[in-house]
């Protein structure tokens, strides 16, 4: 039989995995277990958030907030308040924000959510909506799909969102916490994805992040080199080294089927080393000559340096009936040098 913390583990992964139905499922069997565990609630609270299920979410957090209170966990009562601002409007969220930050002013995930309820009480002097309601766009969840992998010295997050601006992007990495906050395209609402904590300790100065065409990359470096992740938040009975095997690394991810990362990370390595412009024509010119044969490779060189660089051709029994002429580009005029 299953544990309330393997439930949880399970649940996680299906969190992260957006699969958020499953998640709450999980949820709910850990905490039948173990209904005095706040942060089984509050996680639940976040996946019913991402379900839209503001009324179900709200109650979690207030539950955590009074198994916390009765426990006298301070660090769990400032996330309680945290998670209550969340899915209050802007006003009561702010006053959640503050007395959470009273309680834990060290809490970094506090400053970036404080900085969105400023910025929108900034937008509006609308009077306090009713307590229950959630404001259309306050940090609204877009089921952004993401993924996971490691190797030796990294664990590398993916979260696939297409055409962001880097300024739109705000990543908090911290040892055992990482935070993500990014203005959506087009809607212009919030996504966000908090993981606290990660499994295992990171070094910060080491981690990075960069926002791509298709996707945001985050790079954790591992503080334990060659440990290898059971999980990627929470508590990790999982944990191993990472070991070649047959020569293929696999590694514990939140997709659905199995990759092989090693092959992975050598096509993204690729496509960020894929040359362009004149480099990549230079490359292009290598690889043309190196599978000529001689006489392609003489109407190469000669039709190149002769025609100082405008004209390239394969063809020898052309070139070779004598010089090839420069040839300027549409509207220009070839000139010698220093003429």
Partial sequence: ??????????????FFADDFDEAVDLYNRAIELD????EYLLKRSAALVKLNKNKEALADAEKALHVSEESQNQASIAKAFLHKGR?????????????SKELNPNERLLVTWIEKVDAELAKTATPPMAVNSTPQNFLSQSRVRHEWYQNENYVTISIFIKNVKKE???????KRLISVSVQLPISGSDYSLELDPLAHEIIPSESKYEVLSTKIEIKLKKAQGGVKWGVLEGEDSLTGTISSGDGKLTYPSSA???????????????????????EALNVLFQQIYGNADDDTRKAMLKSYTESSGTCLSTNWSEVKKGKVETKAPDGMVAKKWGA
């Fill in 87 to 99: 899915v209050k409007d802007y006003h009561i969220a702010k006053k959640s924000f503050d007395h």
């Fill in 1 to 14: 039989m299953s544990s309330a913390q393997e439930f949880f583990t399970k649940a996680n992964d299906a």
């Fill in 256 to 278: 659905r089927k199995a990759k092989n990362w090693d092959e992975l990370e050598r096509e993204i390595s690729k496509e960020k080393e894929k040359p362009e412009g004149e």
């Fill in 168 to 174: 739109a992007v705000k990543v908090e990495i911290e």
């Fill in 35 to 38: 209904a005095t565990n706040a």
